[in-house]
């Protein structure tokens, strides 16, 4: 079976352009987390949907940080402008179930330098 | 606030000897997760131990829970240089809306 997909696996741009991220969960889990990770920070939770729906996107840090998921099997994470410091390791997730608290299955990521 | 924190930070041993990582959090539980992230990769769930339980097992790995010392521990036997990788801990703390919130992880080190 395939696991969480994202794209692309490595991204590298100079500061102000545009980032785009996409995941691609687990076919039939309700359930998608956007982290972010640093050795500063560890692991953070960005925002999560279930059924394709924002719950909580209390960790979004700024308002140049956005994500939507247009459908079951698809999301983005969109940083606009983007600075130095969203330079991290952004992973993607998916769970099935009827709450948030049970496993979640990751993709491998997508390393973000900000020049 | 961090949830689950782990202990200790890094820890290198053996081959062949055993391994074993803590985790302690500070509110009420629904369940405890166990994940292992190998360098460049994501997260890889291992266990969830619920807030009944007192311990699971799985292959070589050993995960008890105390809720009354609100802490847990991830015991690997045995362990190989495949076992190399940084290891968390995630509750759901009662008041995170079922959300797992996680510890910053544990570096485990073993040597050939």
């Known amino acids: 079976d395939a696991g969480v997909i994202q794209s692309p696996r490595h991204e590298v741009t100079e500061m102000g352009q545009e980032v785009t991220l996409r995941c691609k969960p687990i076919s039939g889990h309700d359930y998608l987390f956007w982290y972010r990770q640093t050795m500063m920070r560890g692991l953070e939770l960005l925002i999560y949907?279930?059924?394709?729906?924002?719950?909580?996107d209390s960790g979004m840090p700024e308002d140049r940080f956005s994500a939507k998921m247009p459908n079951a099997s698809f999301s983005t994470l969109k940083i606009q402008p983007s600075e130095p410091r969203d330079s991290a390791v952004y992973f993607c997730?998916?769970?099935?179930?009827?709450?948030?608290?049970?496993?979640?299955?990751f993709g491998d990521g997508t390393r973000l330098s900000i020049l | 606030s961090q949830q689950g924190e782990e202990d200790p930070q890094a820890l290198s041993i053996q081959e062949g000897e055993n391994a074993t990582m803590n985790c302690s959090y500070k509110?009420?539980?629904?369940?405890l997760q166990w994940y292992r992230q190998n360098s460049g990769r994501g997260l890889v769930h291992l266990i969830l131990?619920?807030?009944n339980e007192r311990e699971k097992h799985s292959g070589r790995l050993r995960v008890t829970l105390d809720t009354s010392k609100k802490s847990s521990s991830l015991l690997i036997t045995a362990s190989r240089a495949a076992d190399t990788a940084s290891y968390f801990c995630a509750t759901d703390g009662e008041d995170s809306n079922y959300q797992l919130i996680w510890g910053a992880g544990t570096k485990l080190i073993i040597k050939p």
């Open positions: 949907f279930n059924n394709n729906v924002p719950i909580d």
């Open positions: 509110t009420s539980i629904n369940n």
């Open positions: 997730a998916s769970s099935g179930g009827r709450t948030p608290n049970q496993p979640q299955h």
């Open positions: 131990i619920r807030s």
